[in-house]
């Protein structure tokens, strides 16, 4: 047995009926095999009973009617109401050419039946005694202690219950039967029998009721059956019989395939009657159905304590997934503040080395400068006009200085403030944030070490850990280039001291200010020294304003890593949430599944005795033992102990 557990919604809670329709399911599943089994044994020992033609023998009447089984009318009746058999001729193709019922009376006294019924003739088969229908009924006059019979012809367009077709196809070409006389090919042989659904209800209540059994017969020699499909074959001599049984309510289709040759048939025999039996499932070895659902309860019992422990331990991980959804959020408003800062630090380090550049700019200019002017002084007592040309190229260089110092020592001043207040505590804080997201993830992996979602959030806290070391390495870096940038600043205003004292000496309109041979010979010395300063003073500057631009290189690149953290943070954010809301769902489906399967154990408790009780209900109906007889020609007549209906086919070629 193969067991599904469907989880219950409330929209779909069992209800009684719901409850009810599975049972019944269940009962007609494991029944069906077992009735078609039983009832094809049964028809199989009963001959399929009809003359060549009902109206030409009162012995084959006789015989057929003796030959029926018990019917189920009220044996209070018996003897007091009649048997109908009706037979239903047709052609080779199942269409109806005539349709006779057989009346039968029980011996017993003699007594005198006004039997209710309207035929277009009918006909005395025990006595010479003429018999008449008047008013809807034939008065019948019974013999003392035989049994009395009279036949009534019905119209051949009357409903019944079933219709009844047969199909044949030689080498794959539909043909009319008497095409096959004689025949040679290929040959199937369809029968189709179905309920007659355009029947009044009294009609259709025979073939809700009723079991059939089809029978044929072909002589071997004509027909080599290769293939019944449903049906099933026995060997009567040199004829194969072929036997298919329809049961109540149903459809039949049977296909035989074969060889033909000079073909010939004995036609189709169908009978349909009620079986009159009680079967009493209760009477039968039930000690395996017993055990199997013994078991059953058994396992659904263990199934709802093991979803019990799955309910749990999906709550304790949804907690656990929860406090690690809070430690990455921290580590993402951390990595986002370390972006911002650093874009603010980037934007800083643009502005001092654009400063710094200009700063080698200058001094370039008055490295030029001075040594033009050193160059000159050499002969100053004839050059005072150069030296004056040089002294004011000097000052202009000097002011050019002074003005990149000052652009210079603000960028300083504003890219220090930036380090030292803000970029400086965020670092701090990402770093803490980090470190706690880390210790989260590695609880989470160590309580669920096979989780791939707990070991990926893991691994995005090592990485954003990682990042944050080495931002805070370059801040560290940038504060110590920033303190030996501010001894530039210092010399930087020195010189422009300096050189502003040299432009009032050498260009000064106080006369008195001239400097003397002596002083000027001093000057050429400080001159040639002060060129010399102002080269390596140069060097310095192109090598600072080298690092400025590696400087502001490298805080960009911080810049672009911390915006990749505060990226991959708000995605583990993301992840630790996703994952923590499905820990959470998954909490909650465990909790239902607990739920249904406690309902599940609860609902096979006494399965046995539940399915016993539809198979004894299912077998009930497919017995008809529900159904009242009453009589096919006058159906408001109810002193009717049995009908049976035979449909009888021609052969062909006989």
Known sequence: MTMTNTHHDNANADTPSAVADRRRTTARTILAPTIAAFLTAVLLAVPALAPANAADSSQASARVTAATPAGNGDEGAAGNGKDETVYIKTKANGSVSGIYVVNTFDSGDTRTV???GSYTKVTNLTTDAKLEEKNGAVDVTTLDDKPFYYQGDLKANTALPWNVSVDYTLDGRTVDAKELDGADGELAVTLRITPNESADEKTREFADAYVIQAQGTFPQESFDITDAGDATLAQSGGNTVVSGMVLPGETGTFTIRGQAKNFTSSGWQITAMSLDMALDVRDQDTSQLTEQTGKLGDATAQLAAGTTSLAQGNRELSQGLGSLADGTAELNRGAQSLAGGTA??????????QGNRQLADGLTQLNDASGRMSEGVKGLPEQMTALSQGVTTLKQGSDALKQGDEQYRQALASGRQTILSQVGGDIDAAETASRQAYAQALAVVQQNPGDAQAIAALDKAVTAMAQVQNAKGQYQAL?????????????????????????TKVNGADPSAQASSAQLTQLVDGLEAMHTAIGQLNTGAQSAADGADQLAQGLSTAHAGANSLATGTAAADSGARTLASGAASAAQGAGQLDDGARELADSVKGMDDKVLDELQKTIDEKLGRNFTVHSFVAPANTAVDRVQFTYVLPGIGQ
């Open 114 to 116: 006004q039997d209710p």
């Open 344 to 353: 603010t630090l980037a934007q800083g380090a643009d502005s001092l080395a």
């Open 479 to 503: 504060g110590q280039a920033l303190d030996g940038y501010a001894g530039i600043s210092s010399g930087v205003g020195q010189l422009s001291g300096g050189v502003d004292q040299l432009d």
